[in-house]
């Protein structure tokens, strides 16, 4: 599957941002999608992930509360709704999918085969 985020900007610290990752090349509807960051000079973290059927998601701490993660399986896209905004978010976002991952591993970005090609956030104080 090849993913291909977009929705990235230059935003003012308190506004709000919606990312997409649209999937192409294979049905979508059977995976996990989560979205990872890597901020300058810093490692990737995980931000937010949502099982193929939605019934479950889960953030990082730091954004819990501000970003939705959502799908719709129909137009093989996931979004991440990002409200309230902070320079602490600037960052590269990317998506990763993978239909097979062990429930306690969705948190980590090496148990994601697919990834797409990042978006940068800017977010100015």
């Known amino acids: 599957v090849q993913l291909q985020a977009s929705g990235g900007g230059l935003v003012q610290a308190g506004d709000s941002l919606r990312l997409s990752c649209v999937a192409s090349?294979?049905?979508?509807?059977?995976?996990?999608v989560g979205w990872f960051r890597q901020a300058p000079g810093k490692e990737r973290e995980f931000v937010a992930h949502i099982t193929w059927n939605s019934r479950a998601t889960a953030y990082t701490d730091s954004v819990e509360g501000r970003f939705t993660i959502s799908r719709d399986n129909a137009k093989n896209t996931v979004y991440l709704q990002m409200n309230s905004l902070k320079p602490e978010d600037t960052a590269v976002y990317y998506c990763?999918?993978?239909?097979?991952?062990?429930?306690?591993?969705?948190?980590?970005?090496?148990?994601?085969?697919?990834w797409g090609q990042g978006t940068l956030v800017t977010v100015s104080s």
């Open positions: 990763a999918a993978d239909s097979r991952i062990i429930a306690g591993l969705k948190r980590r970005s090496n148990a994601y085969n697919y």
């Open positions: 090349g294979r049905t979508f509807s059977g995976y996990t």
